[in-house]
DNA sequence: GTAATAGTGTCTCTAAGACACTATGCT
DNA sequence: AGCATAGTGTCTTAGAGACACTATTAC
């Protein structure tokens, strides 16, 4: 989490395209904080569970032993652009690659960080859990997975991310209603028992059999990769996805009854 | 446009809640640029329409004479948070005061303005065109309505902001298909017909009367206001959305027959 | 009367919800 | 055989789409 202290100018490369390319600018005026946070959802033991980090245990460090969502700085001499920063966060603590991301909004105010007049700009991304090993970096006890229902009940997270969690979500969840993003939570190739079961686990009430393996099936996304045994008595087809990079969206929520 | 250069040290008010508060930290490592920009619709002459304003004719400043979103740093003296900023910039070219206003999301990286690394913070607001007088700041020759479908032809924009506005127009679009966000672009009292109008206007194809009312006047949001004259022949029952403050969510878009 | 727009009624279709049913493999 | 889980079929319902119909005003 320490950042380096980088010295470099501010880069203005391949900027400027239809005109002459300005030079690098030095503000004259103070700048806000720039960070980005990143809320990684897995299911876990069947409960939706988000990664948090441990902030150190030092009294010049805002909310100290704190738990928070992983994220830092933005180095802009080594991240291209937002996403590639959060995907670089993402890897630091979990050595997963290309999981979905999404943006999921920003939160910027004087007072999110008592540092100073700060903006984080939030994403969220959704992992397999199995074959998840959590990166042994500097301090892997500082690192862990925590059900998302204990966190917002119990824990205080530290700067506003508790309200950020919420946000996530209820984002993930509302859009789980209407999408494949739960796809994105499985190990391949998962059964459609499976995929169910992660989308209960997800939403926090349970689905209908019939009409869930309607609609997936319905929807076409999904390729046979032969029968998956051991899972149960019986059998089940397993399943991949088509075409991981798009989520699918479905025409209609869950349980269009008792929504209003 | 032209930014005040203030002088302040950073606020660290109201921070640091459960523990001493920290001072405001003086940072070691060179920070992004943060701005707010704010794509503003209305519906003008059944043209779904942005407002844009024109860069300076400056060379020392970027993109001299384009057209850009209007938008501009945040200010820690005075943003007390990002809503803030993009409700001042939206005061500040329309003096409207409690629009629509939701966060679209936020770009950033080391090339989009060629000063240096920057994120911008985007939200669009929503307002009716009736009774709008663009305010008669300092440069009104440099602000103007334009028909977002020309802009995104003819155009090129300043910055990213092309890339941001087809966002934007994606998100309302989307939205528009099983939102009530339409109601905020007519002024009260409005009719059906009138509602009808600006939802065809905004997705770009007609919509079935009779299940649009349907929808309407079943999502029990709209509270008669009395009949209105002069828009035809026939008067028709004019209506107000009862409660502001959020828009209704039906529970199926627009012609789902037609979409994927 | 006619023209124009406001507003209603009817029929069909899609996809979800509820739930009973069959199928397969383990012990 | 009995159990657990995989997978299917049938009936109902909500709400959209299509489109014909009636209603009210100006001229």
């Known amino acids: 989490m320490k950042r380096e202290i980088t010295t470099g100018v501010r880069s203005a490369t391949a900027a400027g395209r239809r005109q002459a390319p300005l030079a690098a600018v030095v503000p004259s005026f103070p700048l806000p904080f720039t960070t980005v946070d990143v809320v990684i959802f897995t299911v876990l033991d069947n409960n939706l569970s988000v990664l948090l980090v441990q902030r150190p245990d ?9 738990w928070a969502l992983p994220g830092g700085y933005v180095d802009i001499g080594r991240d291209e652009d937002l996403a590639a920063c959060a995907r670089r966060k993402l890897f630091e603590k979990t050595a997963v690659v290309s999981p979905y991301l999404e943006q999921l909004g920003s939160w910027g105010s004087a007072n999110r960080d008592p540092r100073g007049w700060s903006a984080t700009h939030v994403y969220f991304a959704l992992i397999p859990s199995q074959g998840l090993a959590l990166a042994k970096g500097a301090n892997a006890a500082d ?11 119990r824990h205080r997270l530290a700067f506003d991310h508790e309200a950020i969690l919420r946000a996530a979500v209820e984002r993930l969840r509302s859009k789980v209603e209407y999408t494949s993003l739960p796809a994105y939570l499985v190990e391949e190739p998962f059964t459609l028992p499976q995929l169910q079961r992660t989308y209960e686990v997800v939403l926090g009430r349970s689905i209908d059999k019939s009409g869930f393996r ?40 869950f349980s269009p009854r008792h929504q209003e």
Chains 1, 2 share one sequence.
Do not use: C, H, I
């Open 58 to 66: 030092n009294r010049d460090e805002p909310f100290p032993k704190a």
């Open 143 to 153: 690192v862990g997975w925590s059900q998302v229902d204990q966190v917002l009940k």
């Open 214 to 253: 309607t609609r997936m099936l319905a929807a076409d996304f999904l390729d046979e990769a032969g029968y998956v045994e051991g899972e149960s008595n019986r059998p089940a087809m397993g399943y991949r996805v088509r075409d991981r990079a798009v989520p699918v969206v479905f025409p209609r929520t």
